[in-house]
């Protein structure tokens, strides 16, 4: 079960490196998910997108990746920056047969980047 | 533009006052949605407008009460909240593409009930 003061994963990386963010899902009937980026003070940030139908996307510095087998999504970020520096949130589309976007959010990953 | 304005953007309450969150888009999007973050937490969602609409409400207290004037605005009314009711709001719109329902969201509205 959760308990009291639980910690949200984190990753500490060095700027330049690459990064590495995964999460789990757990409704094997999510077609489509999303990854956003929440700074401190701020809502999340739309960062990249994947349908069910697709294994892998690339943006601009990132990078999808979805194995529907163990139903597992990782997002990838190139040369990590500064001010790549969030917590990081996947969300799965569970909308149940409606058209309209139900996102149920991943407990989320604090990214830092040293300099 | 995918901007998506909620004000205030921090609101101090006592648990007697009246208040109103409010949001508004200017993209066209036809479903807006509230959803209430704590610290260190995922957002959980509230209430999803489709079409002017309610379509949804996840088994919010009353003394939370959506409304939406037009397909741009959204408030949420206040009343008679409890400590725990403190939280950050957030306000998301969304529109559907070839890919899937994209949300934005806001900055939101981080409310302190005393």
């Known amino acids: 079960g959760e308990s009291v003061g639980l910690h949200l994963p984190t990753l500490s990386v060095q700027e330049g490196d690459n990064s590495i963010i995964n999460c789990a899902y757990s409704?094997?009937?999510?077609?489509?998910f999303i990854w956003y980026k929440q700074e401190s003070g701020k809502g999340p940030q739309f960062i990249i997108d994947?349908?069910?139908?697709?294994d892998k996307r690339q943006g601009q510095r990132v990078t999808v990746l979805l194995n529907k087998t163990v139903k597992h999504l990782s997002l990838q970020i190139a040369a990590t920056q500064p001010g790549d520096s969030a917590v990081y949130f996947c969300?799965?589309?569970?909308?149940?047969?409606?058209?309209?976007?139900?996102?149920?959010f991943g407990q989320g990953t604090i990214l830092t980047v040293h300099p | 533009d995918t901007e998506v304005t909620q004000t205030p953007k921090h609101l101090v309450m006592g648990m007697t006052n009246k208040k109103s969150l409010k949001c508004e888009q200017h993209?066209?999007?036809?479903?807006m949605y509230w959803y209430k973050q704590k610290a260190k937490k995922p957002p959980e969602l509230m209430f999803v407008?489709?079409?002017?609409?309610?379509?949804i409400n996840e088994s919010v207290p009353s003394r939370f009460s959506p409304e939406c004037p037009n397909s741009s605005l959204l408030n949420l009314h206040l009343h008679a909240l409890q400590p725990e009711d403190s939280a950050l709001y957030l306000c998301?719109?969304?529109?559907?593409?070839?890919?899937?329902?994209?949300?934005?969201f806001g900055s939101g509205t981080q409310l302190s009930v005393l």
């Open positions: 998301a719109s969304s529109q559907a593409d070839r890919d899937g329902e994209k949300l934005f």
């Open positions: 994947i349908r069910s139908n697709m």
């Open positions: 409704n094997s009937a999510s077609d489509y």
């Open positions: 969300a799965e589309n569970n909308a149940g047969g409606t058209s309209y976007g139900k996102l149920t």
């Open positions: 407008y489709s079409y002017e609409k309610l379509s």
């Open positions: 993209m066209g999007h036809r479903a």
